[in-house]
T-cell receptor, first 114, second 114 residues
Framework: DQQVKQNSPSLSVQEGRISILNCDYTNSMFDYFLWYKKYPAEGPTFLISISSIKDKNEDGRFTVFLNKSAKHLSLHIVPSQPGDSAVYFCAASARYSSASKIIFGSGTRLSIRP | EAGVTQSPTHLIKTRGQQATLRCSPISGHTSVYWYQQALGLGLQFLLWYDEGEERNRGNFPPRFSGRQFPNYSSELNVNALELEDSALYLC?????????????FGPGTRLLVL
């Protein structure tokens, strides 16, 4: 049972345009969501997070939106740059659960074309 | 400040053998997480250690085990290796406090089972 789903395995966006990566979750207990970025041969790097008490968090070119009623979050990157080409993982956790662990989606490979 | 380190970077074993992977967390972090990323799949949660104890494990057979040492470093042991254990194994660390779910990843150990 996939609790965190990234339904698009890949996405191609032109440099300078907006990249939108989507993520859906099924567990209503999740209250903290994160995005990680992963380059080949490296470990994932934390990008941005959002708590369930918010519906938007912004950090520079990166904005994460959370729609709790739809159990959906998205990552917006604007403007997209060549260095943004990577695999992006959405992750979720129920932070105050005694069995807390992070559940990752399967990732979306973002390619920024010139 | 040094990040999460893992050793070895690559490991080649044959079916039935045992593999031991090592991880050193960021200084001050007490929680260590292990993940498996098989080819084409997302990050699968394996194990979570905090303060020397196993706090949670994912849906993996008992031949996947590990431990955390007093200095918070950790070992992942995989017994009776199978071909499908070939994957990138990632270690991550965090502060381990409730709510501190941002995990910092190491570069990974790539395990190949022949």
């Amino acid at each position: 049972d996939q609790q965190v789903k990234q339904n698009s395995p890949s996405l191609s966006v032109q440099e300078g345009r907006i990249s939108i990566l989507n993520c859906d979750y099924t567990n209503s207990m999740f209250d903290y969501f994160l995005w990680y970025k992963k380059y080949p041969a490296e470990g994932p790097t934390f990008l941005i997070s959002i708590s369930s008490i918010k519906d938007k968090n912004e950090d520079g070119r990166f904005t994460v939106f959370l729609n709790k009623s739809a159990k959906h979050l998205s990552l917006h990157i604007v403007p997209s740059q060549p260095g943004d080409s990577a695999v992006y993982f959405c992750a979720a956790s129920a932070r105050y659960s005694s069995a807390s662990k992070i559940i990752f989606g399967s990732g979306t490979r973002l390619s920024i074309r010139p | 400040e040094a990040g999460v380190t893992q050793s070895p970077t690559h490991l080649i074993k044959t079916r039935g053998q045992q593999a031991t992977l090592r991880c050193s967390p960021i200084s001050g972090h007490t929680s260590v997480y292990w993940y498996q990323q098989a080819l084409g799949l997302g990050l699968q949660f394996l194990l979570w250690y905090d303060e020397g104890e196993e706090r949670n494990r994912g849906n993996f057979p008992p031949r996947f085990s590990g431990r955390q040492f007093p200095n918070y470093s950790s070992e992942l042991n995989v017994n009776a290796l199978e071909l499908e254990d070939s994957a990138l194994y990632l270690c991550a660390s965090s502060l381990g406090e409730a709510g501190q779910e941002t995990q910092y990843f190491g570069p990974g150990t790539r395990l190949l089972v022949l």
